[in-house]
């Protein structure tokens, strides 16, 4: 298995654009967490599903963020409007439910400029 | 460039024993190293952090560690093991220094087995 694969690598963009980011977990995974990390706060977890639902998403800053997971092999973190202080590095990880052994993607360097 | 090799992939201890999990790092820069700690179905939880200050540094749940830069290690230990340490502990590196680029570089994990 190729491990999560995260895309794009690297985001650049406008304040006010709407960007997408993409995870695809390990095959058989039915848990996916995506993060946020950033010099100021470290990592943040921002939402977890399980079985392709939503189970925590206390931690998506405002309404500008939204996660969806419409199959077991994909979600996305998308925000609109982007602004600044969103920039950050999105690190998406998968597991299987009930372990603890997560496997991290490489994540995405996310620049709102 | 950076990386993260913890040694162990899985770990196993008896309660009350202690605990040492294994990690080195490759950097070309002063790093930042950080350990985390994961239970089922949670997110992940940060252990200790060490930024340049105390090479010993310790953090919650009796868990510490030691950055020595002469062995480019940075193990995490804890004196006795509780039944509520079973989990999966990640070493992690981020670059330091005036080309911090802030992402982190995660090690592949190790499995920690407390038993009774």
């Known amino acids: 298995d190729a491990g999560v694969i995260q895309s794009p690598r690297h985001e650049v963009t406008e304040m006010g654009q709407e960007v997408t980011l993409r995870c695809k977990p390990i095959?058989?995974?039915?848990?996916l967490f995506w993060y946020r990390q950033t010099m100021m706060r470290g990592l943040e977890l921002l939402i977890y599903f399980n079985n392709n639902v939503p189970i925590d998403d206390s931690g998506m800053p405002e309404d500008r963020f939204s996660a969806k997971m419409p199959n077991a092999s994909f979600s996305t973190l998308k925000i609109q409007p982007s602004e600044p202080r969103d920039s950050a590095v999105y690190f998406c990880?998968?597991?299987?439910?009930?372990?603890?052994?997560?496997?991290f993607g490489q994540g995405t360097r996310l620049t709102v400029v | 460039a950076q990386s993260v090799t913890q040694l162990d992939s899985h770990v196993s201890v008896s309660e009350g024993t202690p605990v040492l999990l294994r990690c080195n790092y490759s950097s070309s820069y002063s790093p930042s190293l950080f350990w985390y700690v994961q239970h089922p179905n949670k997110g992940l939880q940060l252990l200790l952090k060490?930024?340049?200050?105390?090479?010993l540094v310790k953090g919650i749940n009796g868990f510490e560690a030691e950055f020595k830069k002469s062995e480019t290690s940075f193990h995490l230990t804890k004196p006795s093991a509780h039944m509520s340490d079973a989990a999966e502990y990640f070493c992690v590196v981020t670059m330091g220094g005036s080309s911090n680029t802030g992402k982190l570089i995660f090690g592949q994990g190790t499995t920690l087995q407390v038993k009774p």
């Open positions: 095959s058989g995974h039915n848990s």
């Open positions: 990880a998968s597991t299987l439910e009930g372990s603890a052994k997560a496997f």
């Open positions: 060490y930024t340049s200050a105390a090479t």
